[in-house]
């Protein structure tokens, strides 16, 4: 019939950093804290994947590394070691969306894996809109794929992530 040929492209991990301003700036090569600090002194940087509901914010060690893959948020100074209320990860998680979004090409033509989608809340249920079924929650830079997590404190919101699936 005729010649056909393939090519993969090859999709480089990169460390994603989300600015107190809302840009991302994106690390394909290796990157220590301290190195990030040193342009943006009043903030410290902190791992989505640690970031939890009622949970205090630690930051990164200033001499690890930016690591690929994953999702990291320059908070500021006043924050540092503060409990995260839910409206404050509901509010870092649009951020991220709308600065991952942007980086994407702006129409939302790629499904990003790790990407962090928008929460609302609804009565004692947190409710994810997501552009893609990639299994990402909020707030996380991935996740554990199936969908939910519990929160840890007593009493408090059950967190249920409401996914569907785009056909491209």
């Known amino acids: ?13 990169t460390a ?19 190195y ?12 989505s994947d640690e970031m939890d ?7 990164v060690n200033d001499e690890e590394e930016l690591q690929p893959g994953q999702l990291y948020f320059a908070l500021p100074l006043g924050r540092l070691n503060q409990r995260l209320q839910p409206e404050e990860m509901a509010a870092l998680a649009v951020k991220a969306s709308s600065a991952l979004m ?8 790629k499904c990003r894996r790790n990407s962090v989608s928008p929460i609302a809340f609804s009565g004692d249920t947190i409710k994810s809109s997501s552009r893609c079924g990639n299994g990402g929650s909020a707030g996380s830079g991935g996740g554990n794929g199936n969908g939910s997590r519990r929160v840890r404190r007593n009493g408090g919101r059950k967190f249920t992530a409401m996914l569907s699936a785009i056909p491209e």
Request: charged share 15%; proline share 3%.
């Open 1 to 13: 019939m005729g010649i056909c040929s393939s090519t993969n492209s090859t999709h480089v991990a």
């Open 16 to 34: 994603k950093l989300i600015l107190q301003d809302g840009k991302l700036q994106e690390f394909s090569y290796p990157v220590r804290v301290s």
């Open 36 to 47: 990030v600090l040193q342009k943006n002194p009043a903030c410290f940087i902190c791992n």
């Open 53 to 59: 509901f009622d949970d205090v914010v630690s930051a």
């Open 102 to 109: 942007k980086s994407g090409g702006g129409g939302g033509e």
